[in-house]
């Protein structure tokens, strides 16, 4: 299946869930805002929240500093 991430194109597994591809493509899951087309998405739903073929997310690190 394809979803965009960030921009390009990706080939995902079927049946995958948004916590998955997150821990898949982040390095550090407890600073990442998810974004599932055009709707943020709270962490506590990773889990079951299902990402389907032609799905745009967009993966977001927060990083501190001054």
Do not use: C, R, Y
Request: charge should be negative.
């Amino acid at each position: 299946m394809q979803i965009s991430l960030n921009g390009k194109p990706h080939a995902i597994e079927n049946s995958t869930t948004l916590a998955q591809i997150i821990e898949e493509f982040s390095k550090n899951n407890k600073h990442i805002i998810a974004e599932l087309n055009g709707t943020i998405i709270k962490s506590q739903t990773w889990q079951a929240t299902a990402v389907k073929n032609g799905d745009q997310l967009e993966l977001v690190s927060i990083v501190g500093g001054g």
